[in-house]
């Protein structure tokens, strides 16, 4: 039989990480591939999920989601950025901020439309805009004295008749650069003067380092009527397994994501609502304990792997880190990574496959440090015997 898959997924295959999982799983090396956190996340958000299940939560809730966590998302809004979103109406709950991504793009995009995104980019994104059948606009994100930003003329030139939504990750992975207030405004002067909605994926809202603030766009002036703001429990919580995220914007904008949601999915899974909704009520204490042991575990590795060789972007958001593999001698990331597990029993992943354009990310490899101290050790130290393999793969 023929290829039975439609044309335009094609291009997309297995997602990296499930690839570089399944290969740390079968080399039995150390994953700094995929994004999880290899510990728990607060024991008694954890306690509430069970006894949701218990107490008999357990058939569908409501369409927009279960009205404590709307309700718990817009205290947390209000508290944290000073935004108000009604619980009813201005809200929608997803089964994770995949689904809050690909329900906005095939909500506002007619086939044709243009959806500009910052490269690297996750990648859902890409696969979220052909499913729509739209055209992807890659801005590319470029290191400036060793971090990664845009270049505001090339953001302008991207913007043409077809543009309808401008997708905005910041904290941002896989660079790990937190937009400051002035770029945010470039972003913003544009949505006004071409009426574009922005998309702004947010799940690392709470991972940030050395003080840096999180600014989301939706708090600029005039942008809240034409943001949709999207969150996710899994980074926040440590529980990346729940897919638990949501929607905020105003109602005709969450109404139209909400038309497409209810026929991918319907509703979310009902007891992670409950529990999340503890989450941000009563954890956010737990939280700023994550985010502290997280600058100290990028510490960790970022020194460990600049002794290893690798040029080090430190990161000032998420739990990734992007490196430039050339001082080792290597220039093809993917080939790098699929050599990795042989070479020093890590697994990491290949930045170039977040770009439109690969051959610009093609020397950048991201390594994830959500994990225990001991477990970065014993990376770093397997990844420093590196130094005298460059020139193999790539
Ligand atoms: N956006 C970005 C930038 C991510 O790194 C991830 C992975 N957490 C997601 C979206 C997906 O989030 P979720 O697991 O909530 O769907
Ligand atoms: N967000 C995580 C990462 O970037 C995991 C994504 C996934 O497994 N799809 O690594």
């Not at 995009?109 to 996750?122: K, L, T």
């Not at 801005?139 to 077809?162: K, N, S």
């Not at 990028?298 to 600049?306: Q, V």
């Amino acid at each position: 039989m023929s290829d039975p898959l439609v044309a335009r997924m094609r291009e997309f295959g297995t997602t990296i990480f499930a690839e570089m999982s399944a290969l740390a799983a079968r080399t039995g090396s150390i994953n700094l591939g995929q994004g999880f956190p290899d510990t728990d996340g607060p024991p008694e958000m954890l306690e509430r999920a069970v006894s949701a299940v218990r107490g008999g939560l357990n058939q569908y809730p409501p369409g927009p989601g279960v009205p404590e966590l709307r309700q718990a998302v817009s205290e947390h809004r209000k508290d944290h950025y000073g935004l108000a979103y009604d619980p009813d109406g201005e809200i929608l709950v997803t089964v994770g901020a995949t689904e809050a991504v690909a329900a906005s793009i095939l909500a506002l995009c007619e086939p044709g439309d243009e959806v500009i995104a910052f490269e690297p980019y996750y990648d859902s994104y890409a696969a979220s805009v052909a499913l729509a059948g739209a055209v992807l606009r890659p801005v590319t994100l470029r290191p400036v004295e060793g971090r990664f930003t845009f270049d505001p003329a090339e953001l302008r030139a991207a913007v043409g008749p077809r543009t309808r939504v401008i997708l905005v990750n910041s904290p941002h992975n896989p660079t790990g650069t937190v937009l400051t207030r002035a770029e945010l405004e470039e972003i913003a002067l544009l949505c006004h003067e071409h009426s574009l909605v922005a998309v702004t994926d947010e799940v690392y809202e709470h991972l940030t380092f050395d003080g840096v603030e999180h600014i989301p766009l939706a708090t600029l002036p005039g942008m809240r009527d034409r943001t949709v703001m999207i969150s996710s429990a899994g980074k926040t919580f440590s529980v990346t397994g729940w897919k638990t995220g949501w929607v905020c914007a105003p109602p005709e904008l969450v109404r139209a994501v909400q038309t497409v949601k209810q026929f991918l999915t319907f509703t979310a899974a009902a007891p992670w609502q409950l529990a999340v909704a503890h989450g941000l009520r009563h954890e956010l204490g737990w939280v700023s304990s994550l985010r502290a042991g997280l600058q100290a575990k990028r510490d960790r590795l970022t020194a460990g792997l600049s002794a290893a060789g690798f040029d080090v972007y430190r990161p000032a958001g998420t739990y990734f880190v992007q490196t430039d593999i050339r001082p080792l001698g290597f220039t093809d990331g993917l080939a790098l990574t699929r050599e990795l597990p042989a070479l020093a029993g890590v697994v990491a992943i290949p930045t170039q496959v977040f770009y439109a354009h690969p051959e610009r990310g093609g020397h950048f490899v991201r390594f994830a440090f959500c994990k225990k101290d001991e477990v970065i050790d014993e990376a770093v130290s397997r990844l420093a015997r590196l130094g005298g393999t460059g020139g193999g793969p790539g």
